[in-house]
């Protein structure tokens, strides 16, 4: 067993968003990847796709996604579920209060941002 504990987290800074890897292969896993995330006020991801189905559950604050052209709304409690190469960007919802999500997907992860394919860095 391993303990992957959140204060020795990496984190990763981009757009307006800290991302923290929790359970990822670097750190443990061999399956699975978990990480947080936290989109500060009018922050939000570029349009991108997965190829591994992704799960966000939100911890605090209010989550607004774009996934497949549809507008979704996510609050603290609520999972968002991802299928695997739709088009979709996140964002905070809120113009006071930064959204924190726990983010859940498969080892091995690969997205596709304006055409080109990426390992991202948190989920490694």
Do not use: K, Y
């Not at 987290?9 to 981009?14: G, H, K």
């Not at 190829?51 to 409690?77: C, I, K, M, T, Y």
Request: charged fraction near 20%; include cysteine.
């Amino acid at each position: 067993m391993t303990t992957a504990t959140l204060a020795d987290a990496p984190v990763f800074e981009r757009d307006g968003s800290t991302i923290r890897s929790l359970a990822v292969p670097s750190r443990g896993s061999t399956e699975l990847a978990v990480w947080s995330l936290e989109f500060e006020p009018g922050a939000r991801s570029p349009e991108h796709s997965v190829d591994r189905e992704e799960v966000f559950v939100v911890q605090s604050g209010r989550l607004v996604a774009h996934v497949g052209g549809r507008e979704h709304v996510a609050g603290p409690g609520d999972a968002l579920i991802v299928p695997v190469r739709t088009m979709f960007w996140l964002g905070n919802g809120s113009d006071a209060e930064p959204v924190r999500v726990t983010v859940c997907t498969s080892a091995g992860i690969q997205g596709t941002v304006d055409g080109t394919v990426i390992s991202p860095p948190w989920a490694q």
